[in-house]
């Protein structure tokens, strides 16, 4: 008996649970997100106990329409969190009971203040615009798939760059950093164009930013996947331009809610040509008088990077982060110089052929720690790092120089030459910045930066002698280089009116940079070092007309640093008729830049106009002189002062739903005082210059997307010449295939090869005409897949694609 009541007390207790169960009302949370203006899909919603925001009850993510639902929601308290890449995190208590839930529709803010933060891919937009400039959305690019940053750079609205590769802002070089970080990397053809995630363009940067940025700043954000679950792509391409080109990329991500891990891999091999013709005229040397030359470049390429990431975020308000980059480059320079020499009678002086194979081998490595605070007020974030870039570039140099009659018959024994320069490099930076409210509308902004550099080069020439090698001492040294700036800044940032649509928004800072620096050869011909502390004020004022419209000034004072190409005092003497090198007692130019802008937003339309103003002392050019034994050596002089001013205009349009644009057109007028050189009355005084880009985006079909851009340079004054005009089409077409998650591509560079570049010197002492002309024409075919984790099948549908 006893037994039996026992079991009818456990019948009986289960059956009360099991009531107690059932019992227990589920309910559901529903809403709407958006920006203000348009849905945003994409948009991670997580609910969490209020009174353990560690533990994860249920989880969604919005649809195109912006809409989420969360079901099955048992009663309770509970948080709310709505996260997107792009866009400020917000959270709100939710009181669950058993009626469903609606939010009705909740509002994110963009958060595009930080230099870090990427474009919104979820978007699809391949501009937007940011309180400094713009963010060019670089996976919208399909007409350079394959090629390099420098080859997505000139997709780029604003962005001039040359046959060359040389990257201009307003006609300067800008600053260019990696992941908002000064690196190593100071060629963008090391940078494949698929590893890159978006590009800022920063043309007003504030205080806040370093003052080195004339033109203004150019970040190159890499790809860094944020999805939960596992998740990658793999993609392969193979084309040709004269020679054969392949490249590849694997990228794989895995991301738990307080883990995120990644790891990717590219490379780039390509074979090259270029042809170069020149012609000069020596008008005082009776015997070098008339000069022609032309050369032909054979080259293969190599680019090899791979990229490791691990983040780690406890809880919400602190995360951590670890990057690692690999970098390797090899390029290998078959070029062959034929130079023939006539008097100023036309009479033959001489003839020579000079050969030179010249090996390439780059490294570089970077490691970055980055640690970010966030606070109960939104407006309140920490945010420290600490980066270190190492770079090893290896030069070798075997030259061959045969000397011929006027009948072409060769001229005793051919010249052996040698040459090597290998160069180390180190740059570290130790950055922190800190945000903080003190009012209700005025927010500060305060950190430090310090930027460390260690370079040095070893350059040695050798001739040969009677069968050996023997070092020429007159022309082989070493440069070593060392270089700390210390930094540090405020920013007051505030508005007038309502927070969410302010009439006035203006800010006021200050940044102080001490730099001390020094440089030395090893036999001590060229010995300098540098110490100053220098402020750089910078202020705007924006008025909103409308919430789709305002007016905004600004003032800025910079400083232009000259590069270590610029200091390092070799001669480049593989051309010995024209070799170039640099001069380590340049003087750093003072430049104080005013602006002026406007931006307007329509339903398909948006225009924004910047007019500009600079003005720059100590102004550093490219200067060439003609020695007495007819060589002209080209090197960087602070020539004088220099004013320039001049518009930047953007309009984007979108009148069909399968059509869409982006029209960009910069002009600008130099005007010149060369006061510091003995020959200032060679020096071009004024030069008016511009430059545009049209980027065409049709979808003629399903999956299918064509993509057609034209760019114009016009001719670029020099402090003696002028630059010749450069003008190319480049075009992209990518179709889905499947179920959307394989991509298959063709790409066609420079469409009609009209891509070349040169230069015209018209000087009292000499005259001199220069072409080059790369194969700048090129077909690729490329293919990627994707895989993903169910858990998130559908968000694949915008990751690690072109669109």
Request: proline fraction near 2%.
């Amino acid at each position: 008996m006893k037994k039996m009541m026992q079991k009818l007390s456990a019948l009986l207790l289960l059956f009360l649970m099991s009531q107690f169960s059932f019992g227990q009302k589920t309910s559901s949370v529903k809403g709407t997100i958006s920006d203000g203006k348009l849905p945003i899909e994409f948009v991670d919603v997580i609910l969490k106990q209020a009174s353990d925001s560690t533990k994860t009850v249920s989880y969604a993510v919005t649809d195109v329409s912006g809409n989420f639902a969360l079901e099955n929601i048992a009663s309770g308290d509970y948080q709310l969190q709505f996260k997107l890449i792009g866009f400020k995190t917000i959270s709100q208590k939710v009181k669950v009971s058993e009626s469903p839930i609606s939010l009705g529709t909740i509002k994110l803010q963009n958060d595009t203040n930080l230099l870090n933060d990427v474009v919104v891919k979820s978007q699809k937009k391949q501009i937007q615009k940011t309180n400094e400039g713009f963010i060019f959305n670089a996976v919208s690019n399909i007409s350079q798939t394959g090629g390099t940053a420098t080859d997505m750079l000139k997709s780029i609205p604003t962005v001039a760059v040359d046959a060359e590769g040389g990257i201009t802002l307003r006609g300067k070089s800008p600053m260019i950093l990696i992941n908002g970080k000064n690196s190593a990397i100071t060629n963008m053809d090391q940078i494949a164009a698929s590893s890159i995630e978006s590009i800022e363009i920063i043309t007003s940067p504030t205080a806040k930013y370093d003052a080195n940025a004339e033109s203004g700043i150019i970040n190159i954000k890499l790809k860094k996947n944020n999805l939960s679950g596992t998740n990658g792509a793999v993609a392969l391409g193979a084309g040709f331009g004269a020679k054969g080109r392949i490249n590849s990329s694997v990228l794989f991500n895995h991301k738990t809610e307080k883990w995120n891990f990644g790891l990717g891999y590219d490379n780039r091999f390509a074979g090259r040509t270029k042809k170069i013709n020149a012609e000069r005229t020596n008008y005082f040397i009776d015997d070098e008088h008339y000069i022609h030359q032309n050369r032909n470049d054979e080259r293969t390429e190599g680019l090899q990077n791979l990229k490791l990431n691990i983040d780690f975020s406890p809880n919400e308000k602190n995360s951590f982060s670890f990057e690692a980059l690999g970098n390797i480059e090899t390029q290998d320079n078959d070029e062959t110089l034929y130079t023939q020499v006539n008097t100023s009678t036309n009479a033959f002086f001489s003839n020579n052929r000079r050969h030179s194979l010249e090996l390439e081998r780059s490294r570089v490595g970077e490691l970055a720690f980055t640690y970010d605070r966030k606070f109960d007020d939104d407006r309140k974030s920490l945010n420290t790092s600490i980066t270190s870039s190492f770079g090893k570039h290896r030069e070798n140099t075997d030259i061959d120089t045969y000397n011929y009659d006027q009948y072409l018959q060769q001229i005793g024994d051919a010249q052996l030459q040698r040459t090597h320069n290998y160069e180390n490099q180190n740059i570290s930076n130790a950055i922190v910045n800190y945000t903080f409210p003190v009012s209700e509308k005025t927010i500060i902004e305060t950190g430090y930066k310090g930027t460390f550099r260690f370079f040095n080069s070893d350059f040695e020439s050798a001739d040969m002698v009677n069968g050996d090698y023997v070092v020429n001492q007159l022309a082989s040294n070493s440069f070593e280089f060392n270089e700390q700036i210390n930094a540090v800044y405020g920013l007051m940032n505030s508005y007038i009116g309502e927070s969410e649509n302010p009439k006035w928004k203006y800010n006021l800072g200050l940044r102080a940079e001490n730099v001390s620096n020094a440089g030395a050869t090893q036999n001590n011909s060229d010995r300098f070092n540098n110490n100053y502390l220098k402020l750089f004020p910078s202020a705007s004022l924006q008025l909103n007309l409308k919430s789709d419209e305002f007016i905004k000034l600004g003032y800025s004072k910079r400083i232009n640093r000259p590069d270590l190409d610029d200091l390092n005092p070799f001669i480049d003497i593989t051309d010995a008729l024209n070799p170039h090198g640099g001069n380590p007692y340049l003087k750093p130019e003072i430049i104080h830049i005013a602006e002026m802008s406007y931006n307007k937003n329509w339903k398909n339309y948006s225009f924004s106009t910047n007019a500009f103003y600079r003005n720059a002392t100590d102004a550093i050019r490219q200067y060439a002189q003609l020695l007495d034994n007819g060589v002209v050596l080209l090197q960087p002089q602070n020539i004088g002062s220099t004013v320039t001013y001049g518009l930047e205009t953007i309009l984007t349009l979108k009148p069909f739903s399968f059509y869409d644009a982006n029209i960009s057109l910069t002009a600008f007028q130099q005007n010149i005082n060369a006061d510091n050189l003995p020959q200032a009355q060679d020096i071009v005084s004024s030069a008016f210059s511009w430059y545009g880009k049209v980027i065409n985006n049709f979808v003629p079909w399903k999956g299918g997307k064509l993509q057609i851009i034209g760019n114009y340079n016009s001719a670029v004054a020099t402090p003696q010449g002028k630059r010749i005009p450069i003008y190319n089409v480049d075009m992209g077409f990518q179709q889905k295939l499947g179920k959307g998650n394989s991509r298959l591509g063709l790409v066609v560079t420079d469409m009609f090869n009209t891509l070349e570049s040169g230069y015209k010197n018209n000087t009292l002492m000499f005259s001199n005409h220069r072409t080059n002309k790369s194969d700048t024409r090129a077909l690729m075919l490329t293919f990627a897949y994707t895989f993903r984790s169910d858990f998130k099948e559908k968000l694949l549908e915008n990751q690690f694609s072109t669109e």
